[in-house]
T-cell receptor
Framework: EPEVTQTPSHQVTQMGQEVILRCVPISNHLYFYWYRQILGQKVEFLVSFYNNEISEKSEIFDDQFSVERPDGSNFTLKIRSTKLEDSAMYFC??????????FGSGTRLTVV | AQTVTQSQPEMSVQEAETVTLSCTYDTSENNYYLFWYKQPPSRQMILVIRQEAYKQQNATENRFSVNFQKAAKSFSLKISDSQLGDTAMYFCAWGNQFYFGTGTSLTVIP
């Protein structure tokens, strides 16, 4: 069964550093998403991406965040200057329609 | 505002028994999708079941079924013949970009 692949599985970064989280969505999917889950809390929507542009974003997705689909296969989330409160599990998801998203296995980001 | 409420933070069930996890949501939209996701200790997010709001028939996937009450904005998940591998967090989610509930931690007791 096709999978959404996320790398790395765990990233440790110093506060203030830039970090890029990578995702390879399922190849025939058209909609791409990033979510985050702070430990022990619910999953929160960050941003959706369709047709090479952001279609929606949440209040969490401020100027420190950006997304890119640089080569038609990867879908990246960049955090420009990480803060301690950015420590969370970040999930990428993709879908061809609204018929159920496929999530990646997540990247655990730890900011120290 | 769209909200999803899961009022049971923790639940437990004996192996082979049936358990129901509740979920309510609030929306003014008429057409939408609802989902239940399972998050085992590995923290992956695994789709369990989905329901389209315009379909009156409740969705079923093997041991998992939903009780969808559109007027009441209720979307509960029933797990029959519970297995140890069902132990996980279960998140109810609504809509196109997913509003998630806070989750229910389910433990299946041998």
């Amino acid at each position: 069964e096709p999978e959404v692949t996320q790398t790395p599985s765990h990233q440790v970064t110093q506060m203030g550093q830039e970090v890029i989280l990578r995702c390879v969505p399922i190849s025939n999917h058209l909609y791409f998403y990033w979510y985050r889950q702070i430990l022990g809390q619910k999953v929160e929507f960050l941003v959706s991406f369709y047709n090479n542009e952001i279609s929606e974003k949440s209040e969490i997705f401020d100027d420190q965040f950006s997304v890119e689909r640089p080569d038609g296969s990867n879908f990246t989330l960049k955090i420009r200057s990480t803060k301690l409160e950015d420590s969370a599990m970040y999930f990428c998801a993709s879908t061809r329609s609204n018929y159920g998203y496929t999530f990646g296995s997540g990247t655990r980001l730890t900011v120290v | 505002a769209q909200t999803v409420t899961q009022s049971q933070p923790e639940m437990s069930v004996q192996e082979a028994e049936t358990v129901t996890l509740s979920c309510t949501y609030d929306t003014s939209e008429n057409n939408y999708y609802l989902f239940w996701y399972k998050q085992p200790p590995s923290r992956q997010m695994i789709l369990v079941i989905r329901q389209e709001a315009y379909k009156q028939q409740n969705a079923t996937e093997n041991r998992f079924s939903v009780n969808f009450q559109k007027a009441a904005k209720s979307f509960s998940l029933k797990i029959s013949d519970s297995q140890l591998g069902d132990t996980a967090m279960y998140f109810c989610a609504w809509g196109n970009q997913f509003y998630f509930g806070t989750g229910t931690s389910l433990t299946v007791i041998p």
